[in-house]
């Protein structure tokens, strides 16, 4: 997405990819696109397939006591989100990158940062390569190398490991419902989410511990059918394509750079995925970076550049606020009490029938405007 504003705006960039496209492609991630996400890929032209197969929601659903609340995005804030596969969008990014002829290089390895020269060395076909750059994007995620690069000392890092996972299945069947479920059961959260007519994307909260092998997908479908549970209402089973179990973390390091390094997206920050704002919040970093980019490249001017993780951070923590609060509001946590639990019923309850509590909720999930 950076490569591509940068490429818009008249910048030139290389993008280093450590694995094959084909995997890139198929990684099935997170597909909730806020309002400001869905305007970015539209005002740099890589929307069209996203507003062809994708679908606008207005709304959740959180469903607890066996009985449905609907959330009203259209209604409180007049905003919406997409649903639309994360590697949909990769997929368009990289076509567009492809058919522009932009260097765009797959399964590079042993890539060397170093944020003082924006010099930047990789091996490809087995044959060691240099850029000498001006600046470097760390767009490389949690295990990227980037953030390493970043001598010892200047970054301030913050973990919070949550006690649960989210075991997370892609079924080929339509999907039981057609807006989000965000369930809060006695046995645990559970949501239902979707991809298209034809495919469900369900995940249940488990130990994150837990083996994907004790999870047969008969056990799988029984727990779901358990923590949805509503009168009337009935979830369709169908062939599991695709199962795994992913730990659930919040993180994030300040600064966001060091000397020429900018970081961004999970090279920055992880957030617990209730509310499914981990690629919503990359696409934030990158349309400030690629504006504070362009400002120095054109126009000299470095102000953007020494902002941006204070300008990024804002809304970082809003986002890991939010977050926090959604999964801590919808799971059960191992050692809770019964005024714990209670409290969550509480701001279930708020949340549910106060119209502020909601419009809080609604304007957070569809994404707080860009500042
Ligand atoms: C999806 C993932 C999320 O984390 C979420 O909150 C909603 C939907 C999804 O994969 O569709």
């Known amino acids: 997405m950076l490569a591509h504003l940068l490429h818009l705006n008249g ?48 709304g959740i659903e959180l469903r607890y006591d066996r009985a449905a609340h609907r959330i009203d995005f259209a209604d409180l804030c007049g905003r919406a989100i997409m649903v639309y596969g994360q590697q949909e969008v990769v997929k368009d990014l990289i076509e567009r990158r492809q058919a522009d002829g932009l260097p765009l290089l797959f399964e590079v390895d042993d890539v060397k940062v170093d944020p003082d020269t924006a010099k930047v060395t990789f091996t490809q076909d087995g044959e060691r390569q240099e850029l000498d750059a001006r600046a470097i994007a760390g767009c490389d995620g949690f295990h990227g190398v980037c953030r390493d690069a970043v001598p010892d000392g200047v970054l301030t890092e913050r973990t919070r490991e949550y006690p649960f996972g989210w075991l997370g299945i892609l079924a080929e069947v339509a999907p039981s419902t057609h807006e989000l479920i965000y369930a809060s059961h006695e046995r645990g959260f ?14 249940l909260q488990v130990d994150p511990h837990d083996d994907i092998e004790n999870w047969p997908d008969e056990r799988i479908w029984e727990e779901l059918h358990t923590r949805f549970e509503k009168p009337g209402w009935t979830l369709e089973e169908g062939p599991i394509v695709e199962k795994g179990i992913t730990p659930m973390r919040s993180f994030l390091v300040e600064p966001m750079q060091h000397g020429r390094l900018y970081l961004a997206g999970d090279a920055a920050h992880i957030v617990p995925p209730t509310g499914a704002k981990g690629l919503n919040l990359a696409v934030a970093d990158v349309r400030v970076l690629a504006e504070a980019l362009t400002r120095w490249l054109h126009d000299h001017d470095e102000s953007g550049l020494d902002a941006y993780s204070d300008t990024c951070l804002k809304r970082v923590w809003r986002v890991q606020h939010f977050s926090w609060w959604m999964t801590s509001m919808l799971h059960r946590f191992p050692d809770e009490d019964d005024i714990q639990r209670r409290l969550q019923r509480a701001e279930l309850d708020y949340v549910t029938s106060s119209r502020a509590a909601a419009t809080m909720l609604a304007e957070n999930y569809t994404g707080m405007p860009y500042g």
């Not at 099935?28 to 539209?42: F, H, K």
Request: hydrophobic content about 35%.
């Open 11 to 58: 910048i030139e960039s290389v993008v280093l990819e450590l694995r094959d496209q084909d995997y890139v492609v198929q990684r099935v991630r997170a597909g909730v696109l806020e309002q400001g996400t869905m305007d970015t890929l539209r005002e740099a032209g890589v929307g069209e397939r996203m507003d062809r197969q994708g679908a606008i929601h207005e």
């Open 190 to 203: 559970a949501l239902h989410s979707l991809r298209s007519p034809q495919l469900s994307r369900l995940y």
